[in-house]
């Protein structure tokens, strides 16, 4: 168990370690290639993963409500703590529901259970960025428009992923191929981009990077135990649940606080120290979702 967990994780450190090290040396500028893995990359990634032949959407639906659950259960549970803790609810509730489910839990889920349990994952992925996009933005700021939303490329690409995968249509192999190598690119990207974004953070508010640290993966393996047997999910779907549930705050949480400028500082603070926690809390939840 111990050496398939090391085989599942190493890969992943690697290369956000690589980042990591190269942005210390360069100080490359991510901006354009982040761009492009958010407009091309990772909408061809839903799109392939829900309408490939071999993915029986409809088999998958309760991982839908499942993340919806793990969300706003995560949420519920860390609103009277920021409360108690003086913290902000607009800081500390976005990256203790919103997590790393793109960077980490992507690479992790393909390695841990193939391609099959890859597919499956997107699932939780999709919802998790369209509540992130929609809820997540109302708790930064109230006054959020949503008129962008219909021309967000993941978005259109979730619609299109699941028109297709619900009435079993399919674009031709050789199209499918390629936008699935296009796709493909989106992991090792986002696990750069994860390292060299390390460089920029800091610990000065490392009380609350402390506290949201351990709550996202605490609170998502509370709400993901709570939710598998209320929604009856099989073997494979918990095994991904719990993953889901047990993995670090989302760096697009940092990047949101930048924009609505709701304590960027404390954000990167919380997002830096879950990401290094999630050496101690993505393994537990391989443990259980192995086990």
Not at 226 to 231: D, G, K, N, Q, Y
Not at 264 to 289: D, K, Q, R, Y
Request: with cysteine.
């Amino acid at each position: 168990m111990i050496e398939r967990i090391v085989t599942i994780i190493l890969p992943v450190l690697i290369i956000v370690l690589i980042g990591w090290a190269y942005a210390r040396r360069v100080r490359p500028d991510m901006r354009a290639a982040n761009k492009l893995n958010m407009d091309v990359c990772v909408p061809l990634l839903v799109f392939s993963a829900l309408s490939a032949k071999d993915f029986q959407l409809v088999a998958q639906w309760k991982l839908m409500p499942a993340a919806a659950i793990v969300v706003v259960i995560s949420g519920l549970l860390a609103w009277p703590i920021a409360r108690l803790a003086g913290a902000s609810p607009r800081t500390l509730l976005p990256p203790v529901m919103f997590n790393n489910c793109g960077n980490m839990g992507l690479p992790l889920a393909l390695l841990a259970f193939g391609r099959d349990g890859f597919n499956a994952f997107v699932v939780l992925f999709v919802v998790s960025n369209l509540l992130h996009f929609t809820l997540g933005a109302f708790i930064f700021s109230r006054h959020t428009s949503l008129r962008g939303l219909s021309r967000n490329p993941i978005v259109i690409a979730t619609l299109l992923g699941l028109l297709f995968g619900l009435a079993g249509w399919h674009l031709p192999d050789w199209l499918m191929l390629g936008m699935k190598m296009l796709g493909d690119m989106t992991i090792p990207l986002m696990l750069f981009a994860l390292g060299v974004r390390m460089v920029d953070v800091s610990l000065s508010g490392w009380r609350i990077g402390l506290l949201g640290a351990v709550l996202c993966p605490l609170t998502g393996l509370a709400a993901a135990l709570l939710a598998s047997p209320l929604l009856q999910l099989d073997s494979s779907q918990h095994a991904l649940l719990i993953l889901f549930g047990a993995l670090p705050p989302a760096v697009l949480n940092f990047l949101m606080a930048e924009l609505y400028q709701q304590e960027p500082e404390s954000m990167a603070s919380i997002v830096l120290i879950g990401n290094l926690a999630s050496l101690l809390f993505v393994p537990l939840g391989l443990v259980l979702a192995l086990g």
